[in-house]
């Protein structure tokens, strides 16, 4: 069966006055069910608050816009509350339960990628709403609530049946949330803009890893991540993840093209990508991305904490390991092409800027 890896725009699942929630369909983008993964796009308008969930499945945010404040608890822990903003990565692992509000004018914009083994459905996040229509207490009887909680019927009623909304309400600007606590956001979030690069490439790129050394909770999410910045016609190494990770891509801005090879050396992608894409690589397919002027900008998580990479282009790829004689015997060419071959590409790492 064909591989349908043609990127996708998320689509509209819910939302209104305060803001919406987009997800990306495993029906619409098969390779979702097929290496389960998840992805979902959270947009809160001015005053927009994401009402108290949790998931089934673990999860990387990433802030793609604005700024705003985000509420994590921790199974059997205290709120932390963080303030959050462009470039922003969490790790949330399974079980926690969040909320999240944009007091800014600017529109607060999160991308959700994560693994769905443990979910409800392959490929697609299920939240469980703590509160609203479709909360998980309007589903038991008043009995139970009013003794699990210790109040009376009137009070369970109020509590249960007040909030109309579903996921994401506009609360009156002069209702007062709660301040983030600076010391809350260690080992809780990583700017990926802000923290030190681990490839800087002149006039071709730079990479920011997320793993477990610098977001120690990514161990606990099960998934590594890193944020990509490709120059203006500048071009990512063809490469692989050699420990059968999936990569998941999101990109961020800008636009360029993007070629897949796979099984048996088809090409089984080759497309445009833009801001807003989302598309998946196959355990051990080989990618690259040329960029457009514009430049490229990528967030992926991959589907282990601390990711490895094979590169077969550049400084460090598997060429500049073989042997000479091994490079002939595979290649089947003279000395002479070998050697032009080998002499190319000694500097270069990863990213190659656009030719003179």
């Known amino acids: 069966m064909d591989l349908d890896l043609s990127p996708q725009l998320a689509k509209k699942v819910y939302g209104g006055d305060g803001g919406a929630y987009y997800a990306w369909s495993p029906e619409e983008l098969p390779m979702l069910q097929q290496g389960n993964i998840g992805a979902a796009k959270l947009a809160l308008e001015q005053y927009g608050f994401a009402l108290p969930r949790y998931s089934d499945s673990a999860k990387v945010a990433y802030v793609l816009q604005g700024c705003g404040v985000a509420g994590i608890v921790l199974p059997e822990k205290e709120e ?9 990565a969490i790790a949330l692992p399974f079980g926690v339960v969040t909320w999240w509000y944009n007091k800014a004018d600017t529109e607060l914009v999160v991308l959700f990628l994560g693994d769905t083994k443990t979910a409800q459905k392959p490929g697609s996040f299920t939240d469980f709403f703590l509160t609203g229509p479709n909360g998980i207490f309007t589903g038991f009887s008043t009995e139970f609530v009013s003794r699990a909680w210790n109040v009376d019927d009137t009070i369970v009623n109020k509590l249960v049946n007040s909030q109309s909304s579903k996921g994401i309400v506009k609360l009156d600007p002069s209702f007062k949330m709660p301040e983030p606590n600076l010391a809350h956001r260690n080992g809780m979030a990583l700017n990926c803009e802000e923290a030190p690069l681990d490839v800087d490439i002149k006039d071709g790129g730079k990479v920011v890893v997320l793993n477990t050394k610098n977001l120690p909770l ?13 120059n203006g016609n500048s071009m990512c190494s063809p490469g692989f993840s050699c420990d059968s990770a999936l990569q998941v891509t999101y990109i961020v801005r800008g636009s360029g093209r993007a070629q897949v090879v796979g099984v048996d050396g088809k090409r089984v992608l080759e497309t445009t990508v833009k801001a807003g894409h989302l598309f998946i690589v196959p355990r051990f397919f080989v990618v690259s991305k040329i960029s457009d002027p514009v430049g490229l900008e990528w967030f992926s998580i991959i589907t282990t904490p601390n990711p490895v990479f094979t590169h077969l282009a550049g400084r460090t790829s598997v060429w500049k390991a073989l042997s000479p004689q091994v490079l002939q015997a595979a290649f089947n060419v003279p000395e002479d092409v070998e050697k032009e071959f080998s002499s190319k590409r000694t500097a270069e790492e990863i990213f190659f800027p656009p030719p003179n």
């Open 80 to 88: 932390k509350v963080i303030s959050i903003k462009k470039g922003d």
């Open 218 to 230: 990514v161990g606990e999410v099960g998934l590594g991540a890193d944020l990509v910045r490709l």
